[in-house]
């Protein structure tokens, strides 16, 4: 008993020691959790301009760990799918941190449409998306008024915005020509396997996976787990004097609960 109490006190020595501390919240932000905070208006009305948030970084398998700001790895890839340990990838629906495949560096945070082997596509702004567990799981799962067939296969109409509320388009873009077609109209694509296409909730301002494709798994950080500070941080609004202030009735609550109150 004696022994595990020296242990136990050797072990509370050390984390109180500056090694000790710099040590365990390394290991937290490689493999648990690391804070966010969200910089555009994409993901409005679900997630805001100042919102700060820890990720979930073991949702999806456990990242390849980096050194925080530098994103210099600290172990090898030894699979090269961005995991020291594999897990299942993003649900459809979930809202999920990941490398932008253009700038790895980078890390943005968009919802999940589509998974490997779904076919999917946009038709006056209208998602169209057909699963990959084809025609009996659509029946099964989806309205009939949301289904509609094209050329003999069945699609799931706006599949998603019944459940995330915060899903929405912006009126004052119309197809003039002044704004990217993906907006408007997107071609049917089929997504390869083990890759997401990611969309913003703010569906009409949102740079997304209609511009610069599907993302892999082995770019797949992690998924938001609590707001833990949120301000406005003059995400222009109307309202300016709306400005700075802090929002407290967002502080400490989940993605899931944010959604509900939507």
Not at 90 to 101: A, K, L, S
Not at 119 to 141: A, P, Q, S
Not at 151 to 175: A, E, Q, S, T
Request: net charge negative; aromatic share 14%.
């Amino acid at each position: 008993m004696s022994s595990i109490k020296d242990k136990l006190s050797k072990a509370y020595d050390f984390s109180n020691s500056w090694t000790g501390t710099v040590i365990i919240v390394l290991l937290v932000i490689f493999f648990i959790a690391q804070a966010f905070v969200i910089p555009s208006g994409s993901m409005k009305n679900t997630m805001l301009i100042g919102d700060y948030l820890f990720v979930k970084k073991y949702a999806y398998g456990i990242p390849t760990p980096t050194i925080p700001w530098l994103e210099l790895p600290v172990l090898p890839d030894f699979d090269d799918d961005g995991h020291i340990i594999k897990g299942d990838g993003p649900e459809r629906g979930d809202i999920v941190i990941f490398r932008y495949p253009l700038n790895e560096d980078i890390h943005y945070v968009k919802r999940c449409v589509a998974k490997g082997g779904d076919v999917l596509f946009i038709r006056d702004k209208n998602f169209y998306l057909r699963h990959v567990e084809g025609d009996e799981y659509i029946t099964k799962n989806f309205p009939k008024e949301k289904i509609v067939s094209v050329n003999g296969m069945l699609f799931v109409k706006n599949p998603y915005g019944d459940k995330h509320k915060g899903i929405h388009h912006d009126d004052n873009r119309v197809n003039d020509g002044r704004y990217g077609q993906q907006i408007f109209n997107f071609p049917p694509i089929e997504i390869p396997k083990d890759e997401y296409f990611m969309m913003g909730d703010n569906r009409d301002n949102s740079t997304d996976s209609r511009w610069w494709g599907s993302v892999p798994y082995r770019l797949i950080v992690g998924t938001p787990w609590f707001i833990y500070f949120s301000w406005n941080n003059n995400d222009n609004d109307d309202n300016k004097s709306n400005d700075y202030l802090i929002r407290w009735d967002r502080i400490g609550k989940t993605v899931e609960e944010l959604e509900k109150e939507l």
